[in-house]
């Protein structure tokens, strides 16, 4: 198993990617390297997706 891969199980076991993304777009934001804008766009995103995917997989678990 590559570095690359252990690392990603590392992170899938303990937090999504959305939320690893989330969280340094946070960190820009109060860096100052992200603007408002941009880590509302983010956060949006981060939201919505999480959201959906949520939503299918409540459908999927009451289909089985």
């Known amino acids: 198993m590559s570095r690359k891969e252990k ?3 590392f992170l899938s076991k303990w937090v999504s990617r959305k939320l690893i993304v989330f969280f340094i ?4 934001l ?3 390297s992200l603007e408002s804008n941009d880590w509302v766009i983010v956060a949006t995103a981060y939201i919505s997706l999480q959201g959906v995917t949520d939503i299918v997989e409540r459908l999927y678990n009451t289909k089985k």
């Open 7 to 9: 690392i990603d199980l």
């Open 25 to 28: 777009a946070s960190a820009g």
């Open 30 to 32: 109060f860096s100052g």
